[in-house]
Antibody, heavy 117, light 108 residues
Framework: QVQLVQSGAEVKKPGASVKVSCKAS????????IHWVRQAPGQGLEWMGIINPRNGSTTYAQKFQGRVTMTRDASPNTVYMELSSLRSEDTAFYYC??????????WGQGTLVTVSS | EIVLTQSPGTLSLSPGERVALSCRAS???????LAWYQQIPGQAPRLLIY???FRATGIPDRFSGSGSGTDFTLRISRLEPEDFAVYYC?????????FGQGTKLEFK
């Protein structure tokens, strides 16, 4: 079955960068876009951007342009989301999700990133 | 950029009741790319509806979606205890994924 498994929780200091991974299995990796969504504590869902695993092309939400980088490694079926210049407001759960015409049917378990001095 | 506005923010209801949740887009969007998600605290969101009206795999038929243009609705015909959660609408595509701010269903 389709699975997206994310890397573990991170604690970072303000100004640092964090890189979260999302390993896909159970389907052809290059056939579906991967989206990144974050959720601050007690807040709603916020779309960050998308990567095409076939060619690595990306589109980022305007809010994160210049601070986020999404990459992929076809072997081993993993995408990465790196967020730089972290501030306390970036404390959130970060999710990867498999996209398609049928919405985001599959999600990773989420990675908590805590930004604290 | 399209903005999705959900209403109401919170609904207090009892099991067995029926409910309609609204999602309004700031301009017309294709119904092919409108989805609804349910999120229980501590869990990742779960896809309920895609293409405005198609139930995702395994979703009970008490959930239904409708709408077009700028106005979309998620209906739950008879609330079960496990339905008390937060619901989000989303406009998705190959270069976007905007979410509404969510509607919380809470026990009356």
């Amino acid at each position: 079955q389709v699975q997206l498994v994310q890397s573990g929780a991170e604690v970072k200091k303000p100004g640092a960068s964090v890189k979260v991974s999302c390993k896909a299995s159970g389907y052809t990796f290059t056939r579906y876009y991967i989206h990144w969504v974050r959720q601050a504590p007690g807040q709603g869902l916020e779309w960050m951007g998308i990567i095409n695993p076939r060619n690595g092309s990306t589109t980022y939400a305007q809010k994160f342009q210049g601070r986020v980088t999404m990459t992929r490694d076809a072997s081993p079926n993993t995408v990465y989301m790196e967020l730089s210049s972290l501030r306390s407001e970036d404390t959130a759960f970060y999710y990867c999700a498999r996209g398609g015409y049928g919405g985001y049917a599959n999600w990773g378990q989420g990675t908590l990133v805590t930004v604290s001095s | 950029e399209i903005v999705l506005t959900q209403s109401p923010g919170t609904l207090s209801l009892s099991p067995g009741e029926r409910v309609a949740l609204s999602c309004r887009a700031s301009r017309s969007i294709s119904s092919s790319y409108l989805a609804w998600y349910q999120q229980i605290p501590g869990q990742a969101p779960r896809l309920l509806i895609y293409g405005a009206s198609f139930r995702a795999t395994g979703i009970p038929d008490r959930f239904s979606g409708s709408g077009s243009g700028t106005d979309f609705t998620l209906r739950i015909s008879r609330l079960e205890p496990e339905d008390f959660a937060v619901y989000y609408c989303q406009h998705y595509g190959s270069s976007t994924g905007t979410f509404g701010q969510g509607t919380k269903l809470e026990f009356k």
